[in-house]
């Protein structure tokens, strides 16, 4: 091998940047018969790293990536680099993924799932065929997100591999039911957030407040577009929707808090993690909000009461938002989804209980609203049976009728008195 033979390794650190922000100003090089690391992390600091064991450009770049991976998290690797066969799949297979179209957080998800299901086959000594990979994912519960990861893990090296992998209906991953979430009353929810959140940083508290107030996801709410004068209930606010990877609208649902709060005033270590609320973020941006989000959940935990800390909890503002919006009884899913960077699925799956016992109370109310059928030449046979139906319905009474008939009862008590 040459010295230093950058040119011949530019798309293979290209490739490492892609998958690996934190990398972005590293690059591989290879020297004297070897491979290495060289440049400096997203935080600063600089390595040179030599990747022992590569022996083609492939094993350098997973190596990399596993270096980047274990100096960001700062937890050693233990890993099993897998052999042969499996090494051969398991190169194929990453090499198709990093040919996928999608964000580069996916295929890092992809490329983590890949890897763990070549190096449990290289833990056991396994070589990649149907029996082996069905194993692998059978081992998670079929309810368990794992199961779902490697699943996806298993296809992978399958198709690397050029082997028929079919997944009957008994293994296939189940989602499974939601979970009951606790509901706080509105007075108590806002008691927390007025008192309790005055125990975080400002950051922290905008995070928490803006996310009760439109009930979207932490890190969307550093996507929203806020406009000059004053926020309230109906007031447009554009933001980027990280589920459904487009732009999307919301409004504040939580009375006048808006403004109370001072939120469209963000402090300014929001604005520095401010993002487009036009396109998606990069995953540099990702990375700094998710570390943020985190932090609020261990503060939260840490300097407030046990109770506050979960009726504060993110998933709880959401939940509370949510139900607002289902009770106030004139809104579609459609609405309510598009309002919490959601989706329809979604909904149904985790809040029908709010609507599934008052389905004939709403549909009523619903039929109600409908024009009176318009009169027409009724048949003989049609207008006994409607007469018939009339002596049965007692016509409801009006506000004075009912007055009426409470006073005569009243003068009739008193007569019977005396």
Not at 95 to 119: F, G, N, P
Not at 380 to 396: C, M, N, S, V
């Given at each position: 091998?040459?010295?230093?033979?950058?040119?011949?390794m530019?798309?293979w650190?290209?490739?490492?940047?892609?998958?690996?922000?934190?990398?972005a100003q590293?690059?591989?090089?290879r020297?004297?018969?070897?491979?290495?690391?060289?440049?400096?992390?997203?935080?600063?600091?600089?390595?040179?790293?030599?990747?022992?064991?590569?022996?083609?450009?492939?094993?350098?770049?997973?190596?990399?990536?596993?270096?980047?991976?274990?100096?960001?998290?700062g937890?050693?690797?233990t890993?099993?680099?897998?052999?042969?066969?499996?090494?051969?799949a398991?190169?194929?297979?990453?090499?198709?993924?990093?040919?996928?179209?999608?964000?580069?957080?996916?295929?890092?998800y992809?490329?983590r799932?890949?890897?763990?299901?070549?190096?449990?086959?290289?833990?056991?000594?396994?070589?990649?065929?149907?029996?082996?990979?069905?194993?692998f994912?059978?081992e998670?519960?079929?309810?368990?997100r794992?199961?779902?990861?490697?699943?996806?893990?298993?296809?992978?090296?399958?198709?690397?591999?050029?082997?028929?992998?079919?997944?009957?209906?008994?293994?296939?991953?189940?989602?499974?039911?939601?979970?009951?979430?606790?509901?706080?009353?509105?007075?108590?929810?806002?008691?927390?957030?007025?008192?309790?959140?005055?125990?975080?940083?400002?950051?922290?508290?905008?995070?928490?407040?803006?996310v009760a107030?439109t009930?979207?996801r932490?890190?969307?709410?550093l996507?929203?577009?806020i406009?000059?004068g004053?926020?309230?209930?109906?007031?447009?606010l554009?933001?980027?929707?990280s589920?459904?990877?487009?732009?999307?609208?919301?409004?504040?649902t939580?009375?006048?808090?808006?403004?109370?709060w001072?939120?469209?005033?963000?402090?300014?270590?929001i604005?520095?993690?401010?993002?487009?609320?036009?396109?998606p973020?990069?995953?540099?941006?990702?990375?700094a909000?998710?570390?943020?989000?985190?932090?609020?959940?261990?503060?939260?935990r840490r300097?407030?009461?046990?109770?506050?800390?979960?009726?504060?909890?993110?998933?709880?503002?959401?939940?509370?938002a949510?139900?607002?919006?289902?009770?106030?009884?004139?809104?579609?899913?459609?609405?309510?989804?598009?309002?919490?960077?959601?989706s329809t699925?979604?909904?149904?799956?985790?809040?029908?209980?709010?609507?599934?016992?008052?389905?004939?109370?709403?549909?009523a109310?619903?039929?109600?609203?409908?024009?009176?059928?318009?009169?027409?030449?009724?048949?003989?046979?049609?207008?006994?049976?409607?007469?018939?139906?009339?002596?049965?319905i007692?016509?409801?009474?009006?506000?004075?009728?009912?007055?009426?008939?409470?006073?005569?009862?009243?003068?009739?008590?008193?007569?019977?008195e005396?």
């Amino acid at each position: 091998m040459r010295k230093d033979d950058g040119s011949k390794m530019q798309k293979w650190t290209l490739k490492l940047r892609e998958t690996h922000p934190a990398a972005a100003q590293c690059r591989l090089r290879r020297a004297k018969g070897h491979y290495e690391l060289v440049g400096s992390l997203s935080d600063g600091r600089r390595i040179a790293k030599r990747l022992s064991g590569a022996e083609d450009e492939h094993e350098a770049l997973e190596k990399a990536r596993d270096l980047t991976d274990q100096l960001m998290s700062g937890i050693a690797t233990t890993r099993m680099l897998p052999q042969g066969m499996v090494a051969r799949a398991e190169r194929m297979a990453l090499a198709r993924i990093d040919l996928m179209e999608v964000r580069s957080a996916t295929k890092a998800y992809h490329h983590r799932i890949t890897k763990e299901c070549a190096s449990w086959l290289a833990e056991r000594g396994l070589l990649v065929s149907q029996a082996t990979l069905v194993n692998f994912y059978k081992e998670a519960p079929r309810t368990s997100r794992k199961r779902r990861g490697r699943i996806e893990g298993a296809r992978h090296l399958a198709k690397a591999a050029g082997i028929s992998l079919e997944l009957i209906r008994a293994d296939q991953y189940v989602e499974p039911a939601p979970p009951e979430r606790k509901r706080f009353s509105e007075s108590k929810l806002l008691r927390y957030l007025d008192v309790e959140v005055e125990a975080l940083p400002e950051a922290m508290r905008w995070v928490v407040r803006a996310v009760a107030c439109t009930g979207i996801r932490a890190g969307e709410t550093l996507s929203l577009k806020i406009p000059d004068g004053d926020v309230k209930t109906g007031t447009t606010l554009h933001g980027w929707s990280s589920k459904r990877n487009r732009k999307g609208i919301t409004t504040p649902t939580l009375r006048n808090r808006w403004m109370e709060w001072d939120l469209s005033d963000p402090p300014q270590a929001i604005r520095d993690l401010q993002v487009s609320h036009r396109e998606p973020p990069t995953q540099e941006e990702l990375d700094a909000i998710h570390r943020l989000t985190n932090q609020i959940g261990h503060e939260l935990r840490r300097k407030c009461s046990k109770e506050a800390a979960e009726a504060l909890s993110f998933r709880s503002l959401r939940h509370h938002a949510t139900t607002r919006l289902y009770e106030t009884g004139n809104l579609d899913e459609v609405l309510i989804a598009e309002a919490l960077f959601t989706s329809t699925a979604q909904l149904n799956k985790t809040y029908s209980q709010l609507y599934r016992n008052k389905s004939a109370e709403l549909i009523a109310k619903a039929f109600s609203e409908q024009e009176p059928e318009q009169i027409q030449t009724l048949s003989p046979e049609r207008a006994q049976r409607l007469a018939k139906l009339d002596r049965h319905i007692k016509p409801k009474k009006t506000p004075f009728e009912k007055l009426q008939e409470a006073l005569q009862e009243a003068e009739k008590g008193t007569i019977n008195e005396d």
